[in-house]
């Protein structure tokens, strides 16, 4: 599916022009409800009202073991997920923000010098570029250079999302991690109302159904991919709800890494896998996603995929992993917990 030009335009006057501040959204599907965690709650302390004003977001998608990384941020907008990650990333890595909105962009270059000051680094290390997410090459991103992608809230706005899919794939490193929040359907939202400015800029036309969703990262090569949480969307709009009929929405946070190991279902190699309460942030337990939390210490059965994801990734020195692929004993029972959410 190409993109459709009037469509983009439309999205960036919206958040270029109409809308100057969160108190401008028309409905609450761009807004994240849980509190952030508190290790960045203290950086959001010390990131610029404005720059705060003008975000918009669904969720928090900031990774955990990110210091001297190299990391992208599609639907940037005025910079708050990037800055947050510019101070844990540290000196020695870097941060690419890209955005489609230059009022976005403008917002979030004038704060570079001064949020590195407040972060206590001698430059600033991070940048903005104006692009789109289908075409990250025009932004001068190489193929396998970047250790981790996240995304806020963007992706829904694309008209091509599996081309997106496919360039975070090819952009990313070898066991490289994709980590976004967006807003996901329960079912096929009808193109027709794409055609609704405030429907598709503020994330509810574009949202993908699930099982679209688990298609487009199959075919980008990811056939396994994990949700971390999933909340339902409220659209607290009258009459937006009335032409959205019997849709239900939900926030998800999903991870995904870049691995050629990794199979479409979970096998069972009689692997275990033991957290060694290495990260700082995390010594007691470690969530890979809702359905495995590695308590520190404690050994824990998991399937093939699971053990490539903490083995061959950035998490593999905060694990022991026990076991390799020699044997198999059939299909790994690796089924997420029951959720309420709309997908």
Known sequence: MMSNPDHQQGIARYYGKVLQGQRDLKTGACCARAAPEPRLQRLLDEIDPEILERFYGCGSPIPPVITGCTVLDLGCGSGRDSYLVSALVGAQGKVIGVDMTSEQLEVARRHRHSQARRFGLSQANVEFRLGRFEDLAAC?????SVDVVISNCAINLSDDKAQVFAEIYRVLKPGGELLFSDVFADRRVPPILNE???????????????????????QAGWPDFRVLAEHRTSVDNPELEAKLGLIEFCSMTVRAFKLASLEDRCEDYGQVACYLGTITEQPHQFILDDHHTFVSGKPMLVCGNTAAMLSQTRLSRHFSISGDRARHFGLFDCAPRQTTACC
């Open 196 to 218: 609704d400015t405030v429907l598709h800029a503020e994330c509810l036309a574009g949202a993908l159904y699930r099982e679209d969703f688990r298609r487009m990262m199959n």
């Open 140 to 144: 001068d991103i190489t193929d396998n």
